[in-house]
């Protein structure tokens, strides 16, 4: 009851930052989310967005992103994370220079995890324009996520000087819409079913979860500090992930985080030369 408690004041305090004090929240989210916290060595890492915070408040058992990186792989992470949060709601709330504020100046890498959400979320905008709801939400997502690093980069050599940061950003697994729901996701065959919707556009759904990753590609291009990180084929698929690794039709379960942690630890140990 306390981790719930104290996990609770996190994220009202991450809704309203203004009445919040910011060291406070990042010393609640490393009570109850991380450990190694308070190891006194520089912080390297930032990270914005954790696709799936959101499961800690009814599932102790599954450990997100972070937690696996900072649990079992070492890193030392300041950042803000909750949740549900789109990559456009991260950028109007500033939390790029939150971060990098509270890192310090030893800050060299920014962790995303982040655009899932901005795909998956009003699913029931997709029902007969699935292309053109597709294209407004792919321009929404290149244009935030270009702006947060050139927005980022310009605070953190104004505020602590050096080099630019190192972004980078993951891509998203295959989603799987027949596993069963049980986390109230709507990314679900029969439930979108129920919202009008055919095999055929479920299918195409599915799709655009693997298209986000494309688009990432592409930002790379036109973000030179931009580093993708490929995920795709961590828990099965294609064409869709293995239900024994998915809590949900989208979620990892406790098996799948520890796969996708082991596979995105060594992913970024290859863009940072090692540095925790």
């Known amino acids: 009851m306390k981790k719930f408690f104290l996990l609770i004041l996190f994220l009202l305090g991450c809704d309203s930052p203004k009445s919040f004090d910011k060291g406070l929240q990042i010393q609640l989210f490393c009570r109850v989310l991380v450990t190694g916290c308070e190891t006194g060595r520089p ?90 709801e597709k294209a407004i939400r792919f321009s929404t997502i290149r244009s935030s996520l270009s702006q947060m690093i050139q927005q980022g ?29 049980l986390s109230g996701s709507t990314f679900c065959r029969q439930t979108l079913l129920d919202a009008g919707f055919t095999t055929s556009t479920i299918e195409t759904l599915s799709k655009n979860l693997d298209d986000l990753n494309s688009l990432y590609i592409q930002i790379t291009t036109t973000e030179p500090q931009l580093k993708y990180i490929d995920l795709r084929r961590t828990l099965g698929g294609p064409p869709y992930s293995n239900p024994a690794n998915m809590f949900d039709c989208i979620h990892p379960n406790s098996i799948g985080f520890r796969i996708i942690g082991e596979r995105y630890a060594k992913a970024i140990e290859g863009q940072t030369n090692g540095e925790k």
Not at 59 to 80: C, F, N, P
Not at 158 to 169: E, F, Q, T, V
Not at 171 to 179: I, L
Request: negative net charge.
């Open 153 to 181: 980069n310009a605070y953190k050599v104004s505020k602590w000087g050096g080099a630019p940061l190192i972004w980078m950003i993951h891509g998203y697994d295959y989603a799987n819409p027949d596993v069963p729901s």
């Open 43 to 132: 912080t390297k890492f930032g990270m914005i967005g954790d696709s799936w915070t959101d499961l800690v408040l009814g599932t102790d058992a599954i450990e997100s992103l972070r937690v696996q990186l900072e649990k079992y792989h070492g890193y030392k992470i300041i950042g803000s994370t909750l949740g549900g949060q789109l990559l456009e709601t991260a950028l109007k709330q500033n939390l790029h220079f939150k971060v990098i504020e509270e890192a310090g100046p030893d800050i060299k890498y920014m962790l995303l995890s982040l655009g899932g959400n901005d795909i998956l979320g009003n699913i029931s905008r997709y029902n007969g324009r699935i292309e053109e």
